[in-house]
């Protein structure tokens, strides 16, 4: 009978990190963006052939940000996936009968915590 685990109180250090790391590239991004509307303000200001060019442009921004789009929910439910794995691989690992059973619920024990 496996040993009842408390709560988690802090996140691992990868987890943390990992999300530092996405606030930090939120915010990279948040910057750029706000510096492409001001360069787009400026241009729809002037006169002259720079409307041709930025209607290309915002056209080319506009797919780029679909793909971006695309590929982050790709990703969710790539994520979605491996998780779901893990669980079936655990569940079947807590579920293994015998002394392998056994040795694969210390090992789990091991490489988890």
Not at 46 to 52: L, R, V
Not at 73 to 96: Q, T
Request: proline share 5%; aromatic share 2%.
């Amino acid at each position: 009978m496996p040993k009842p685990r408390g709560p988690r109180s802090a996140p691992r250090p990868f987890e943390a990190s990992r999300a530092a790391g996405t606030t930090d590239e939120l915010d990279r991004l948040r910057r750029e963006r706000d510096e492409a509307r001001a360069l787009l303000q400026d241009l729809l200001k002037k006169e002259g052939d720079g409307g041709a060019v930025l209607a290309r442009r915002l056209a080319a921004l506009e797919e780029e940000r679909m793909v971006a789009r695309g590929q982050a929910v790709e990703a969710a439910l790539a994520r979605g996936r491996a998780e779901a794995a893990l669980k079936a691989l655990s569940d079947a690992i807590d579920r293994a009968p015998g002394i392998e059973g056994w040795l694969l619920r210390r090992a789990k024990r091991k490489v988890i915590l």
